[in-house]
């Protein structure tokens, strides 16, 4: 690991210099014609200035700070990288991915192919099971933590009012979560609610959160979304807040 910086360095120092030649991606296996046109796309777009090092790397660890090793990422649904390449920072708070909006539907779904081949080994998380929910007090300084984490990790998609007009919730399907549905939010249990929050939702863009936030901080943004489908209490909580006055 401590070795780690130094080898990175050199061998991007030598990318950018034109010393070392970059690496043959996928070296002795055969792609699909889609996986094949989505190297393409990689290799044609600004992808390789910074994950090329974290391929030709494919079993040493990451320091954090780097690019991620496209080897090893979770897989995502196809939905969640078409967002992610139209507004990274929607999706991803604080992400230096850049616009890839100007794609082809053609191209993106080819270079999806392409990613998808890359992590085709990465180890699949296990869901936590019977995780217990962290007791969280309901009061307007929580309320402001929680409304924090959730403007910064879940306004993307869910929107403002979390309704699910977020930034790219339009670009999702199925469309991400309407919280102000009193009558679906009434049916879910918290530990429901909290699973979804901790390991994501198969076959959608909802990502796992549990190596994000905390046990604390994800169910903070439990206690927050019900707020949406009680707009009475939200109101309450937020005048207590502006009021300073302690519930």
């Not at 890839?100 to 192919?113: M, R, T, V």
């Not at 979304?225 to 006055?245: H, N, T």
């Amino acid at each position: 690991m401590k070795r780690a910086f130094p080898l990175f360095f050199l061998l991007g120092f030598g990318l950018v210099g034109g010393c070392i030649e970059k690496p043959e991606l996928l070296r002795g296996e055969r792609l699909s014609a889609l996986e094949e046109k989505g190297r393409t796309v990689f290799m044609r777009e600004p992808c390789t200035s910074c994950h090329v090092l974290t391929i030709a790397l494919a079993n040493v660890e990451v320091p954090r700070g780097f690019a991620p090793n496209l080897r090893k990422t979770a897989a995502r649904s196809r939905d969640w990288y078409r967002a992610y390449f139209v507004d990274s920072r929607a999706v991803l708070p604080w992400s230096p991915m850049p616009f890839f909006g100007y794609l082809s539907d053609d191209e993106i779904d080819a270079l999806i192919a392409f990613l998808n081949r890359l992590n085709k080994d990465a180890p699949a998380r296990p869901a936590v099971a019977g995780e217990k929910v962290p007791q969280i007090s309901r009061n307007p300084k929580t309320y402001l933590a929680a409304q924090s984490l959730y403007q910064t990790y879940c306004i993307g998609c869910h929107g403002e009012l979390g309704n699910g007009g977020g930034r790219v919730g339009h670009i999702l399907s199925p469309e991400p979560r309407d919280f102000t549905d009193a009558l679906w939010l009434s049916k879910q249990t918290e530990s429901y609610l909290y699973s979804v929050v901790t390991d994501g939702k198969p076959n959608t863009a909802m990502p796992p959160f549990r190596d994000i936030l905390s046990s604390q901080e994800r169910a903070l943004v439990l206690n927050y979304v019900q707020y949406f489908a009680d707009p009475v209490a939200k109101e309450r909580m937020e005048l207590g807040e502006l009021q300073g006055i302690p519930r």
